[in-house]
């Protein structure tokens, strides 16, 4: 950048913005040809910051130095520098565009006062008005500049994380636009497509498949619906799942069923196991508060894929493991807690999906056995009772009518595991569904007898509470 | 599991359990709340029939069950009473 003549006369401002524009023009397209010319990264900053921005700042620095008698020569620039600060504000594809940058990012509490001081004066003062206006306007450009020079520009791989376009920002931007809720109904309905826009726009312009998955995670996570908590009702997303007879609702409830079902489906790797713990969890709590229209719709997923269950076979085995680990684990360590809470999750989780006297789920845990086993999974629960109580020998090895005290065999902090076993038993023959109970009804009595006539001493012993669950399989 | 009754399942519980099992449920459970809750007691002795509950203990578990909020909502108490509302029910 060469100037043919000084600068900073004061007849050739014009020239010198012109002049800055351009170059800041040529910094823009040098910017845009990064991959395909020598791009040093260094010069380029030191070019782009030091010498085009600094000389801009510099230019501002001597407007503002102004006094009264020199207004007059200076005020015909003010259209000028407007054209400027336009300029810099301006586009997408301008110099914010290097820096990665969005104009409400630089928007500070400094410059809104500039605007708001400036709207105030009175138009009719035109001396004082163009003498703030000048102000103002060098002042907003300065500090743009100079917020702009602290930054390095964005090359490629770095814009990629943090541009506006990644599925985070995009949603948080949309969830802003949805914070304010209209009164009308219409707009509120319009408001919750925001989210897809996106990818219904992709999906004119390619008419391929959708690749919702991104999307919907990142919705998901913001909204906090992969975390059970009684707060749950109050939570606008999963309450509107219980409008069953709203088809928007249903089909955002096939989606959000889809979406874990397929992330279950996939591979149980040890790195990805915390994430699908969480999506069970949010499974369990959507699946809490509105039952009926979560079960229907993740009965058609499973059934979309045929006539196996991959996903709750995955589940199944899971929960066979962490039962064992849990069961046979000597000591009681921090890995032993986060394997019982999830094995209590995996439980509840079976539990839920019958709730409300679905048939529907019954007949699929009646009918389906699983690869590598015999018997269905009704049955299996009254064996998986069978061997935990043979374990801890919870109903042999005591004289009837005697007050036991525990012992370190008796594992006495397994009794919650009971207590869900014979919950889930119950679910799956409620209703009446007699298939089921004759499915189980002539298994173990010994194990039940021994069990229901054991007395601890302690009289707030979870046993007491598995028993009555027991009682309340059987004679409900 | 009685829900339905259907005849072959009721048929196989009240062959395999036996009454008496379920009366002396009820009243060992009533017998240890009463021990532990109401009276206080270390309930250290071997065994249940070493707890007696006669007609006199009447009046204080009545007093218990009125005045004493874990007793009314105690584990043992639900099973007692939902083994009555089934033998009476």
């Not at chain 1, 400094?110 to 400036?118: I, M, Q």
């Not at chain 1, 390095?152 to 990629?160: F, M």
Request: charged residues 25%; hydrophobic residues 35%; glycine residues 4%.
């Amino acid at each position: 950048m060469k100037y043919e003549e000084d600068p900073f006369y004061d007849k050739e401002y014009q020239k010198t913005i012109d002049l800055l524009m351009g170059e800041l023009d040529f910094v823009t397209d040098l910017f845009r040809k990064e991959k395909l010319e020598n791009f040093n990264e260094a010069t380029f900053v030191s070019y782009a910051n030091s010498e085009v921005l600094g000389t801009v700042i510099k230019l501002m620095n001597y407007f503002l130095v102004i006094k009264e008698g020199d207004l007059h020569k200076l005020s015909k620039y003010i259209p000028k520098l407007e054209e400027l600060k336009t300029y810099l504000e301006g586009s997408k594809d301008g110099v914010l565009m290097i820096y990665g940058i969005n104009i409400d990012e630089l928007s500070s509490p400094e410059r809104k006062k500039y605007e708001v001081e400036l709207a105030q004066i009175d138009p009719e003062l035109t001396i004082k008005m163009d003498k703030r206006k000048l102000i103002e306007l060098c002042k907003i450009i300065l500090e743009l500049c100079s917020n702009i020079v602290k930054l390095k520009p964005l090359l490629d791989n770095k814009r990629k994380l943090i541009t506006h376009k990644t599925s985070i920002k995009r949603t948080e931007k949309i969830n802003n636009t949805i914070q304010n809720f209209s009164n009308k109904l219409s707009i509120r309905r319009e408001n919750i497509n925001c989210f897809f826009t996106k990818v219904e726009n992709n999906l004119k312009k390619t008419g391929g498949k959708l690749q919702v998955t991104e999307y919907l995670s990142a919705y998901y996570e913001h909204y906090k619906m992969v975390k059970t908590s009684l707060e749950a009702e109050k939570n606008i997303y999963i309450i509107s799942l219980k409008d069953e007879n709203n088809p928007e609702m249903m089909s955002y409830s096939y989606n959000l069923c889809a979406f874990i079902h397929n992330q279950l489906n996939g591979e149980w790797c040890i790195d990805s196991k915390n994430q699908k713990f969480t999506l069970i969890e949010s499974l369990i709590n959507t699946l809490f508060i509105s039952t009926k229209s979560i079960q229907f719709n993740l009965l058609k997923v499973i059934k979309e894929t045929g006539n196996t269950v991959p996903m709750l076979d995955k589940i199944w085995i899971e929960m066979k493991w962490t039962m064992s680990f849990v069961k046979f684990k000597t000591t009681i360590d921090k890995y032993w807690k986060e394997a019982f809470k999830r094995c209590m999750i995996l439980i509840k989780f079976h539990q839920f999906l019958c709730e409300d006297n679905n048939s529907s789920f019954k007949e699929l845990m009646r009918s389906h056995i699983l690869p590598t086993d015999t018997i269905d999974r009704v049955q299996r629960w009254t064996t998986i009772f069978q061997r935990m109580s043979d374990n801890c020998q919870w109903h042999y090895n005591y004289v009837k009518g005697e007050i036991n005290d525990f012992e370190r065999s008796h594992r006495p902090y397994l009794f919650p595991l009971a207590t869900g076993v014979f919950d889930n038993l119950a679910e799956l023959c409620s209703g009446p569904c007699t298939e089921n109970q004759l499915k189980i009804y002539t298994f173990i009595y010994d194990r039940y007898n021994g069990f229901l006539q054991r007395y601890w001493r302690d009289p707030n012993t979870q046993f007491y509470k598995a028993k009555l669950h027991w009682w309340s399989l059987f004679f409900q | 599991m009685t829900e339905g009754f259907h005849p072959e399942i009721i048929n196989y519980q009240t062959t395999n359990f036996e009454l008496n099992m379920i009366f002396s449920i009820i009243v060992n459970s009533l017998k240890q709340l009463y021990y532990c809750v109401a009276k206080n007691d270390p309930f250290e002795k071997k065994c249940m029939a070493d707890y007696p509950l006669r007609m006199a203990d009447f009046d204080g578990l009545q007093l218990a069950f009125q005045r004493n909020n874990t007793f009314s909502n105690h584990t043992l108490l639900i099973i007692c009473l939902r083994l009555f509302a089934y033998i009476y029910g």
